[in-house]
């Protein structure tokens, strides 16, 4: 049974950074794609982030809002997935849910692909 869980989320003020944390419990953590997805309210989940598995090569995808400021990172041997956010804004401000998945390269961006997801976390960015 995978579980996830997400930590580090906030408030920061706009141009500030935040770190989420997504520890991984289960087997196999390193066949996984790892992703990141936001959502705002009213709103489908949103791909931000993404990082393929170990036997995919560890390639990293990023949505188009979020490239140049956000960096993805995963730790094998902790079961740790990683979110470094910089120069956050307030349409920044979402929860975001970290999620595990085993599909194929082109459906990595595609929140139904994921087959297990953590709560979320709140992130809240002032302007």
């Known amino acids: 049974q995978v579980q996830l869980e997400e930590s580090g989320g906030g408030l920061v003020q706009a141009g500030g950074s935040l770190r989420l944390s997504c520890a991984f419990s289960g087997r196999n953590f390193r066949s996984y794609t790892m992703g990141w997805f936001r959502q705002f309210p009213g709103k489908e989940r949103e791909f931000v982030a993404a990082?393929?598995?170990?036997?995919?090569?560890?390639?990293?995808f990023f949505g188009d809002s979020v490239k140049g400021r956000f960096t993805i990172s995963r730790d094998n041997a902790q079961n740790q997935l990683y979110l470094q956010m910089n120069s956050l804004n307030p349409d920044d401000t979402a929860v975001y849910y970290c999620a595990a998945g085993t599909m194929i390269l082109s459906e990595t961006r595609n929140h139904a692909s994921y087959l297990h997801w953590g709560q979320g976390t709140q992130v809240t960015v002032s302007s």
């Open positions: 990082v393929t598995s170990s036997l995919r090569g560890g390639g990293q």
